[in-house]
């Protein structure tokens, strides 16, 4: 029922991976080499130091040797050298993952019909603004999450997980799910029945239909034989703000925080269960599809 992506600490691990290669890549540029260098020189005085004596012998000199040694003394060692192809490219893939664009796959079916598991998504990292990796703190704000967007974000229950969802709720919205119909801020959403949607993996039809949130035109899944309460919400950070019955809830979104929702609204442990997300939690905009194994097809955008 979860939306999370399998990410665990691999942001950390190539920042660590980059830090180390890009240091021993810098300390060879600006020292090693240089010792190396010298070694070299003094090296190869000596060779030619050598030669000079053999020639005033009358022995024939070994002149062959002499671009091979310097070769040798200058070869950097295995490490350095395989430190140093390595820097430019986890550099280069560290930046497009921290500032531009990053992978993820769905692992479950919370968000069908619009992602499918094993639906491998590309997300923009700066449409919301551009943020330090690791600690995810803006630097440059750019936009903020809008009603529709499909975001990635940490879980507010365990930052190191990421999970994709919907937003349903902005700050400052007042979100009501009863009977398993969406308002907004008083303004109940227009829903339109669509052909039942088959699950390859049970191999059974579900409700389907298309849901307007805030001009964002997108399919929504519905089963006939799930409540329309939430069982058991946890007892998140201003649960206070929201109230339950037997019909759903209704929350007020607090500032800076969003509320999500799966788009497979019966099979989705959402902002319903767990509470709001905080803005330091948002990780980008998922946009695109761009592998999927089982069904090429599936290769596209999506809202």
């Not at 994709?164 to 007042?174: F, H, L, N, Q, S």
């Not at 998140?236 to 339950?244: G, I, N, S, V």
């Amino acid at each position: 029922m979860s939306g999370q992506t399998i990410l665990s600490y691999f942001s950390l691990i190539l920042f660590v991976l980059m830090v180390g290669t890009g240091i021993i890549w810098f300390l060879d540029v600006f020292h090693l080499s240089k010792q190396r260098r010298l070694k070299a020189d003094q090296a190869l005085a000596e060779f030619d130091a050598r030669n000079e004596r053999l020639k005033a012998e009358g022995i024939k000199r070994d002149e062959s040797g002499r671009a091979a040694l310097e070769a040798n003394l200058l070869r950097q060692p295995t490490w350095i050298e395989y430190s140093g192809s390595f820097f430019p490219v986890i550099a280069l893939v560290f930046f497009v993952r921290s500032f531009l664009y990053e992978p993820f796959k769905i692992p479950s079916a919370s968000m069908e019909p619009t992602l499918e598991s094993g639906d491998f998504i590309l997300v923009n990292k700066y449409a919301y603004g551009i943020r330090l990796p690791i600690i995810n703190k803006t630097m440059v704000h750019v936009g903020d999450p809008q009603r529709g967007d499909v975001m990635v974000f940490r879980y507010p229950e365990d930052p190191s997980t990421n999970y994709i969802k919907r937003v349903v709720g902005v700050p400052g919205d007042k979100i009501v799910y009863k009977n398993k119909h969406l308002t907004i801020n008083g303004k109940r959403l227009a829903y339109q029945p669509m052909a039942d949607f088959l699950d390859d993996a049970s191999l059974t039809y579900i409700k389907q239909f298309s849901e307007n949130l805030n001009g964002v035109q997108h399919r929504i899944l519905n089963l006939d034989n799930r409540p329309a309460y939430v069982p058991d919400p946890d007892n998140f950070p201003q649960r206070e703000l929201c109230t339950y019955d037997i019909e759903g809830f209704a929350c007020s979104v607090p500032a800076g925080h969003y509320f999500m929702m799966g788009d497979n609204r019966d099979n989705s442990r959402d902002s319903r269960y767990w509470g709001f997300v905080p803005d330091e939690n948002i990780v980008g905009k998922a946009f695109f599809i761009w592998m999927n194994f089982g069904d090429l097809k599936r290769i596209g955008g999506f809202q």
